[in-house]
């Protein structure tokens, strides 16, 4: 009744698939290079401006000391 076909295979599914993974493999070769450089780009703008709030935070810190160690300094006088 139901009995396999003897005839030739089909691989039109296998064969679309084959050649999909191909062309996403090609484009993904193709972006990744810009993808990258602007990855790269935005990490270090990142980085600067974080280096520069550490700074900001740094002196705002040694400046609120220096103020206690005035106000102290005045306390004990």
Known sequence: ????????RE??????LLMGA???AGVVMWL????????RQRVDELTRKGQGIRDQVA????????AIE????????
């Open 1 to 8: 009744m139901n009995a396999p076909s003897e005839g030739p």
């Open 59 to 66: 002196d705002a810190v040694a400046h609120g000391a220096h």
């Open 22 to 24: 191909c062309v996403g």
């Open 32 to 39: 990744v290079p810009r993808v990258t450089v602007e990855l």
């Open 11 to 16: 691989f039109g599914f296998g064969l679309g």
């Open 70 to 77: 005035r106000a102290a300094t005045a306390a004990k006088s």
